[in-house]
């Protein structure tokens, strides 16, 4: 059931369980799929019954977790990318960690999808540290005791291609353009050279041999770490939190989006997100020039996803891009 929904030209934004909501979405018909899952009940996001974050065990979060793999599957188009940011997850105490990326992998491939590649994403650990307060990494516990310790637990993103031949190549006839990350991060030689590409860059470069800036931005997309997204840039979330949530994390990074969006979609293709939140992967997809469509549970995330939504201007005309023919169960 859809509680509420914006519907613009680029882009739809609805309120309900993502689940029942993509029951109204025809199949094949999705470009690409990003998102970030409820890290089992790592995080309390809210007390809704629907809610992925609310489970008796971890086990039972995965028989919840393979319906919407199910549906994504059956909703977006063969030979297709989704992309899911995800990380290992802490057990209380002496427990260790669970193996979250590993089973998100297996659920895929027992859902049609291959499994296509890894981004493992850094963090820096004191900036994690202060934020989640793990004990763990603290310098502290190194000193007290280092077999308590552990690093900072890298994010990843897991790249998958459902099964199937691709009917549309997705393609770069000048490579890549744009570089989304953080220039900090470069060395003097790396950002002087980026510099210059830059200025001498001709947007109607098309040798391939040639186009040294977009091998430049290729070699740093093309890494399996990428140590260079910008922590600070995301979407505001501050406001959508309410007193039931639970050691909320910030929003995915803009700078993972739309790597993901430039890299697996063409311009005016569509992106799909299940677990919306306040709207980064809708919002990474319509910057980019492509359409998003965004479920989220959560009230105050989905008033918070319009209102980031609404910042983008010149986004006016309504369409309704669940308005088509459902031959799916």
């Known amino acids: 059931m859809v509680k509420n929904q914006l519907?613009?030209?680029?882009?739809?934004l609805y309120l309900g369980d993502c689940i029942t909501a993509m029951k109204n979405i025809a199949d094949n018909t999705m470009d690409m799929s990003i998102y970030s899952p409820p890290f089992a009940s790592m995080y309390t996001y809210s007390s809704s019954d629907y809610d992925l974050g609310n489970n008796k065990n971890y086990e039972e979060f995965l028989i919840h977790y393979k319906f919407v793999v199910k549906e994504i599957s059956r909703i977006l188009k063969p030979g297709r990318m989704v992309c899911v940011h995800c990380m290992d997850i802490p057990k209380n105490g002496e427990n260790g960690l669970i193996d979250f990326p590993g089973d998100i992998i297996k659920i895929h491939q027992d859902n049609?999808?291959?499994?296509?590649?890894?981004?493992?994403?850094?963090?820096?650990?004191?900036?994690?540290?202060?934020?989640?307060?793990?004990?763990?990494?603290m310098?502290?516990?190194?000193?007290?005791?280092?077999?308590?310790?552990?690093?900072?637990?890298?994010?990843?993103?897991?790249?998958?291609k459902k099964k199937g031949n691709n009917e549309i190549p997705v393609i770069k006839p000048y490579g890549l353009t744009v570089y989304d990350g953080d220039l900090e991060m470069m060395n003097k030689e790396e950002l002087f050279e980026y510099q210059e590409l830059i200025k001498i860059y001709d947007t109607?470069?098309?040798?391939?041999?040639?186009?040294?800036?977009?091998?430049?931005?290729?070699?740093?997309?093309?890494?399996?770490?990428?140590?260079?997204?910008?922590?600070?840039?995301?979407?505001?979330?501050?406001?959508?939190?309410?007193?039931?949530?639970?050691?909320?994390v910030c929003p995915l990074q803009l700078d993972i989006i739309t790597r993901a969006v430039i890299l697996y979609t063409n311009e005016n293709e569509v992106v799909f997100t299940p677990f919306m939140g306040v709207g980064s992967e809708?919002?990474?997809?319509?910057?980019?020039?492509?359409?998003?469509?965004?479920?989220?549970?959560?009230?105050?995330?989905?008033?918070?996803?319009?209102?980031?939504?609404?910042?983008?201007?010149?986004i006016n005309n309504e369409i309704d891009l669940f308005n088509q023919n459902n031959d799916g169960d």
């Not at 105050?300 to 996803?305: E, L, R, V």
Request: with cysteine; hydrophobic share 35%; net charge positive.
């Open 7 to 12: 519907i613009k030209e680029n882009y739809a």
């Open 112 to 137: 049609g999808f291959v499994f296509w590649d890894r981004k493992n994403i850094w963090k820096e650990p004191l900036r994690v540290a202060i934020r989640t307060r793990q004990r763990a990494l």
């Open 139 to 160: 310098h502290q516990q190194l000193c007290n005791d280092t077999l308590k310790c552990r690093g900072a637990l890298a994010d990843y993103l897991l790249i998958f």
């Open 204 to 248: 109607k470069y098309t040798n391939d041999k040639t186009n040294r800036l977009s091998q430049f931005i290729w070699r740093r997309y093309a890494s399996s770490a990428w140590e260079d997204i910008r922590a600070n840039v995301c979407l505001s979330y501050k406001e959508a939190r309410d007193k039931e949530d639970s050691r909320h």
């Open 282 to 314: 809708v919002y990474g997809a319509v910057i980019k020039n492509r359409k998003g469509i965004g479920i989220e549970l959560k009230d105050s995330y989905f008033n918070q996803a319009v209102k980031n939504m609404q910042a983008i201007s010149n």
